[in-house]
């Protein structure tokens, strides 16, 4: 039996309840995001501290659902709960973005385009007229720092690869450090795809020559 969250956690507490994963169980509170690109909800599994695991997801149909061995979004995903879980308490921040926040449909028609044409998804997009990458992460941000503020967290790490959302959870004033999310490459598509995140958008991808482990606190 589980005890209740602190009050600084507000009306999230209604939505507590026992998550089970593995054999394993935690304690787990969900609260909504709004925002036109960054809706989704936050996650808080078992009682955060200081210098707690965060992680900020976008939504991979492909990857997390269909096992689809095209992209390393389903291994990151689940990755990031089993460190979560090891660590007894953390939180994920999961967003209704995808397609890189324009949908199926489009990312549908990027692969096609990619298939037909040889290019990366990125430029794949952008040849279709839409953008390489419409997140954005500045409200999923702002309902994290609020969060975790009210927990008294100042200090995070953030798992992450990407300079974008590090960029966006430390201009909240959170103190960021960021740890790398290294999967197994499925395929060689899924290794293209990871070479053209490190080449079109600046992905900082963790390999036994590059381990990366930058603190931007």
């Known amino acids: 039996m589980t005890t209740a ?15 089970s994963r593995g054999g394993r169980e935690m304690p787990l509170q969900v609260r909504e995001i709004g925002g036109a690109t960054d809706h989704g909800h936050i996650l808080v ?36 709960l089993d460190l979560i879980q090891d660590a007894g308490a953390g939180v994920l921040v999961y967003l209704e973005q995808e397609g890189r926040g324009l949908g199926l449909l489009a990312k549908a ?15 794949s997009y952008e040849a279709l007229g839409y953008p390489a990458d ?11 720092y ?11 790490q953030l798992l ?14 959170l103190a960021v450090t960021v740890l790398p999310l290294r999967t197994t490459v499925l395929s060689e598509r899924a290794g293209n795809y990871l070479e053209a ?21």
């Open 160 to 173: 992450t690869n990407n300079p974008a959302k590090a960029a966006a959870v430390t201009d909240t004033g």
């Open 197 to 217: 995140k490190r080449r079109q958008r600046h992905h900082w991808i963790p390999t036994d020559n590059a381990p990366w482990a930058p603190d931007l606190s």
């Open 45 to 80: 599994f078992g009682r955060p501290a200081e210098n707690c695991l965060v992680r900020i997801h976008s939504r991979c149909l492909y990857g997390e659902s269909l096992g689809s061995d095209d992209c390393d979004c389903g291994p990151e995903l689940d990755k990031t």
């Open 134 to 144: 419409a997140r954005t992460y500045t409200a999923a941000a702002e309902s994290l």
């Open 5 to 19: 969250l602190p009050p600084s956690l507000g009306s999230a507490g209604d939505t507590e309840h026992t998550f």
């Open 146 to 156: 609020k969060l975790l503020v009210n927990l008294g967290i100042g200090r995070i």
């Open 109 to 123: 028609r990027g692969y096609r385009h990619s298939e037909q044409s040889g290019a990366d998804t990125f430029t």
